[in-house]
């Protein structure tokens, strides 16, 4: 069965600071991938997908997102960080033929004013 | 309503009881997809729904989980004789149509404890 890996469980960073959350997955067909993001006290919303085309991929409030094939990977990278991004980040990925979502078990990203 | 309900918010429960969960899908999405969530983990796929029926339930853990949707809309998620272990925060999402490329929507979630 697939799974999917979130080295990071809890990263801290200052405002402005880079971001870049780590996500690989085990799988060697076609996938598709996703990252969500909960806010406290909200519920998840997805911040970018990925199914085919350019590897990089823009999302909501200035994440992007590369797959990069060869490393079974999907990162999230943000140059900037805010206050705002305090939340939790889900990376999951569809197999190409199933409908469900496989989620990581997260990254928790506290920003510092 | 705008976005995906779940109701109860909160659930509590003692060991060996029976309990329902509901879900209302965003309307006219006719894909139902319910997940769980432990502490500390992300959600796990527990059953999805296509329409009326189930298309794949391959995610529930056992028969003491059962999940109905009788008119293609709101889903009630059934747990026989719960155990401890079954608390978590279970989460209902839906979507356009069945699909790779579509966007699941998800709800708020019902946190259930089992005392």
Redesign the interface.
């Known amino acids: 069965a697939q799974s999917?890996s979130?080295h990071n469980h809890h990263v801290i960073l200052s405002e402005a600071a880079s971001l870049e959350l780590g996500c690989n997955y085990s799988y060697g067909g076609t996938v598709?991938l996703f990252w969500?993001v909960q806010y406290p006290g909200?519920?998840?919303?997805?911040l970018l997908?990925y199914?085919s085309g350019d590897p990089l991929v823009k999302g909501i409030k200035g994440f992007e997102a590369e797959f990069i094939k060869s490393k079974f990977s999907f990162n999230l990278r943000k140059p900037s960080v805010q206050w705002s991004d305090t939340a939790e980040y889900?990376c999951?990925v569809?197999p190409?033929?199933?409908?469900?979502?496989?989620?990581?078990?997260?990254t928790q990203l506290t920003v510092l004013p | 309503g705008a976005?995906?309900s779940q109701t109860p918010s909160n659930k509590v429960t003692e060991k060996g009881k029976y309990v329902e969960l509901r879900c209302d899908p965003i309307s006219g999405h006719t894909?139902l997809?319910w997940?769980r969530q432990s502490l500390?983990?992300?959600?796990?796929?527990l059953i999805?729904f296509q329409g009326t029926g189930a298309?794949?339930d391959s995610?529930l853990p056992n028969d003491r989980f059962f999940a109905v949707r009788p008119e293609g809309s709101v889903s009630t998620l059934k747990i026989q004789r719960t155990e401890r272990g079954d608390s978590a925060v279970y989460?209902c999402?839906s979507s356009l149509q069945?699909?790779?490329?579509d966007?699941?929507f998800?709800?708020?979630?019902t946190r259930l404890t089992v005392l």
């Not at chain 2, 069945?98 to 490329?101: A, D, H, L």
């Open positions: 999917v979130q598709n969500y909200q519920h998840l919303q997805l997908k199914f889900f999951a569809t190409g033929s199933a409908r469900q979502l496989t989620f990581g078990s997260g | 976005g995906v894909a997809y997940y500390g983990q992300g959600p796990e796929f999805y298309a794949d995610g989460l999402a069945i699909g790779n490329g966007e699941q998800f709800g708020p979630g």
